[in-house]
């Protein structure tokens, strides 16, 4: 069982930056590729970016490339995501997901796991 717990969010003015944690439980966290997604309301899920087992691929949505960056350290069992310029339309909960079975994927249905969430507000 893999818990990942997300932290970080919060309010930030338009042009801000945050950054986003999110810490697993798990022992072997270097085989699963992770993935943040994002969910405003009325809205559908999306993906927002991924990182490969190694960390030496990275996948970004078009909408946040250039924009956010996609880490992680495997000796803190930890995956980040850092935003910058942000945007109000950036507003949303995010998700940070374990992938068990590939090394990274945009599609949500392929992730295991997945974290509660945390709110990002982003004011104009």
């Known amino acids: 069982q893999v818990q990942l717990v997300e932290s970080g969010g919060g309010l930030v003015q338009a042009g801000g930056s945050l950054r986003l944690s999110c810490a697993a439980s798990?022992?072997?966290?270097?085989?699963?590729?992770m993935g943040w997604f994002r969910q405003a309301p009325g809205k559908e899920r999306e993906f927002v970016g991924a990182?490969?087992?190694?960390?030496?691929?990275?996948y970004y949505a078009d909408s946040v490339k250039g924009r956010f960056t996609i880490s992680r350290d495997n000796a803190k069992n930890t995956v980040y995501l850092q935003m910058s310029s942000l945007k109000p339309e950036d507003a949303a909960v995010y998700y940070c997901?374990?992938?068990?079975?590939?090394?990274?994927?945009?599609?949500?249905?392929?992730?295991?796991?997945w974290g509660q969430g945390t709110q990002v507000t982003v004011s104009s």
């Open positions: 798990v022992s072997a966290f270097s085989s699963y590729a």
């Open positions: 997901a374990a992938c068990a079975m590939l090394d990274n994927s945009r599609d949500m249905y392929e992730y295991d796991y």
């Open positions: 990182i490969s087992w190694s960390g030496g691929s990275r």
